[in-house]
């Protein structure tokens, strides 16, 4: 669907559930609208999509496998967050150590305040022999502490991109389409109605956009 068509679309929501005059939504105002739902419908998408496999299909077409040598400093290997990155699903790495080969570890992503506290844990310290290690993100990068027990030779980040947010020229002319389809974007629509008519303090077509939402 061309954004044109949804900004027609959340119109002719919110006029018909309007009990007084049509509303005109501005093109700037649906941008603003559209965009916050987008991320809203997003956001709740991944807080729940491990544990509800039709989520996860909603989100296949988000997740993005990044695979990349790495850079070093005397604490941590790192790579950049790609411009994209919204959130980490998970993080693996490829690691070697001398007389003991090569095999994948899995990172542990934790609060890079509480690193200390696991470098210094025998329990969780970073451990070729146990395959698995402890990592963070932060200032826009992924760090993969290594403790001095092995060498990371590739970081394997699989994350979620940001959904693409629609531009002011898309409603002024120019017909471009966006990455949602279906009930995913159906569903982005009727929030998007609904910021709109809380705007306007529209009550009955929030109450009736709400009901939609709630089903």
């Known amino acids: 669907m061309t954004v044109n068509d949804i900004y027609f679309t959340v119109q002719d929501r919110i006029n018909k559930h309007n009990t007084g005059s049509n509303q005109n939504i501005s093109e700037r105002q649906f941008v603003g609208a559209f965009n916050m739902a987008l991320y809203f419908w997003f956001d709740q998408r991944v807080k729940v999509e491990e544990g509800n496999k039709i989520l996860a299909t909603e989100l296949q077409s988000f997740i993005v496998n990044l695979k990349q040598v790495p ?52 329990l969780d310290k970073p451990s070729f022999k146990w395959q698995d290690t402890v990592g963070s993100i932060a200032s826009n990068e992924v760090h993969v502490y290594h403790g001095d027990d ?4 590739n970081i394997n980040l699989v994350y979620y991109k940001k959904p693409t947010e629609i531009a002011m020229e898309a409603v002024s002319g120019v017909n471009t389409t966006t990455t949602l389809e279906g009930s995913s974007l159906y569903e982005v629509i009727n929030f998007t109605a609904l910021i709109l008519a809380s705007d306007i303090k529209d009550g009955a077509s929030i109450q009736t956009l709400r009901n939609l939402l709630n089903q």
Do not use: H, M, W
């Open 71 to 122: 850079s070093y400093n005397e604490d941590y290997y790192f790579i950049l967050l790609p411009e994209d990155y919204y959130y980490y699903k998970r993080v693996k790495v490829r690691a070697t150590k001398e007389s003991c080969g090569e095999q994948d570890l899995t990172v542990r992503i934790v609060e890079e305040s509480n690193i200390d506290t696991y470098l210094q844990s025998d």
């Open 150 to 153: 092995f060498k990371v030779t």
